[in-house]
Each structure stands twice: as structure tokens, then as C-alpha cells.
């Protein structure tokens, strides 16, 4: 009976461990393998970051695609939102390329830098360069919201171009002053301060101040002297 008794808890023990093994199979089964991308955290990166004369070979590699999505990278011109592959750089100038994402969302691409006319296809012709700004662009051409930007704009998160020869702003600071040349100035007179009087020069104008009164007092005592008195009647 004892045999029989742990023949029964090690089958009990063994088909728990089979059951616990069989559900975290079948959960691991309906997870997705790989995360799909969210819209708006896709990035761009290129190297060397620049700046560039033109002909430069960079490498872009652009993150945050959902796994295997066809995604278009190009050079495009600032200004100008991208509406297809024909606003951006020449495919036939290797200014732009459709590659595909891998198995984790990241697309890698070698374009060569353009300066000068990106002969893009839908007009009007543009350029870039020291005095016209470009920057690299990718987005997936099964699903236009996952893109790195596709307004027009380096913002939000396109890879701005910097070129050789190109004018930095300089940033001015303006410093506020203030005109006096209309302003009616009133001047005001200080009275003079009076001095300061401290306890030696308060005794010595009491004691000026006795003398005085004890002359003055002799003076009335001697002026009453002599004044005639009258006589009696």
C-alpha cells in the first residue's frame, strides 16, 4: 500500500510539472516574437554625421519600423512634404533607395551625399546644399505613419545635412537701453545735513550757554545799581 501510495504523489507531481510545462508552451506560442512598432518613435541616424562637400558614401540606419516593412530612406529638401519617392533625391544618383526592415525594425541603407540638384522627379527641381537645407528622410511605404518626418521639416525626428560652406546664424543678443534724451530731469537739493552732535560738543554749548547767562545776570544787577531810587514820600 506504501508503494502504491508513492507511485500515486509521483504521477501527481509528474502531471503537474507536465501541465504547468504545456501552458507556458501555448502562451509563448500566442506572444507575438517581436514587438510591432508604435507610430511616431521611429529615428534616423547617418554616418559620418557631416558636414559634407558632396559624394560623401554615408551609411543611414533607421529605427523603430514594425519587422519586415518596406521602407523608402532619401535625401529630401527642407521646405517641401514628402508625398512619394519623386519629391526626394534620384534613386539613379543613389539619393535615395527602398530597402527592406528586419526582423527588429531597423532598416540600413549607403547613400551617396548630393549637392547640387537631387533631379527629383516631381517638379519643381530641387537642390542642396551650403544655401539650401536638406536632410535624410525614411518611411515605410505599407504604413505612411511610421516615418522619421514627412512634413517638410527636420522636425521631428529627420536627420538634419550640414554642408561644407554653409552660414551659421549667429545668435544676436539684444540689450535694452534706456533714453534719457527726451526725459525732464528734476533735480532735487539736499539740505545741508546738519552736524552731528555728540556728548562733548553738547557739554561745551551748555557751558557757552552758562556763561552767557551769568554776564547777562551781571549785567542786570549792575543796571539795577544804578538806576536812582526814588525818594520816599
Do not use: H, W
Amino acid at each position: 500500500m506504501k508503494a502504491k501510495s508513492k507511485v500515486s504523489k509521483v504521477l501527481a507531481l509528474t502531471a503537474a510539472s507536465v501541465l504547468t510545462a504545456g501552458i507556458s508552451l501555448v502562451a509563448g506560442g500566442v506572444a507575438p516574437s517581436v514587438a510591432q512598432a508604435v507610430d511616431g518613435v521611429q529615428t534616423i541616424s547617418v554616418t559620418p554625421a557631416g558636414p559634407y562637400k558632396g559624394g560623401e558614401k554615408v551609411t543611414i540606419v533607421a529605427k523603430g519600423f514594425s519587422p519586415n516593412v518596406p521602407v523608402a530612406i532619401g535625401q529630401c529638401p527642407v521646405g517641401r512634404p514628402i508625398k512619394g519617392p519623386g519629391v526626394c533625391g534620384a534613386t539613379k544618383l543613389d539619393g535615395a533607395k527602398l530597402t527592406t526592415a528586419n526582423a527588429q525594425g531597423v532598416a540600413t541603407v549607403k547613400l551617396t551625399i548630393i549637392v547640387g540638384s537631387l533631379q527629383n522627379t516631381v517638379p519643381p527641381d530641387a537642390s542642396c546644399g551650403p544655401k539650401n537645407p536638406c536632410y535624410m528622410s525614411a518611411t515605410c511605404i505599407s504604413n505612411a505613419k511610421e516615418t522619421t518626418g514627412a512634413l517638410g521639416t527636420v522636425a521631428p525626428r529627420n536627420f538634419e545635412l550640414t554642408y561644407v560652406g554653409a552660414t551659421v546664424a549667429k545668435k544676436t543678443t539684444t540689450k535694452t537701453e534706456t533714453s534719457t534724451s527726451n526725459a525732464t530731469t528734476t533735480k532735487t537739493t539736499k539740505a545741508a545735513a546738519l552736524p552731528k552732535t555728540g556728548p562733548k560738543e553738547t557739554a561745551i554749548l551748555a557751558l557757552f550757554g552758562l556763561a552767557l547767562f551769568q554776564i547777562g545776570l551781571i549785567f542786570a544787577v549792575r543796571a539795577t545799581r544804578a538806576t536812582p531810587r526814588r525818594a520816599r514820600l
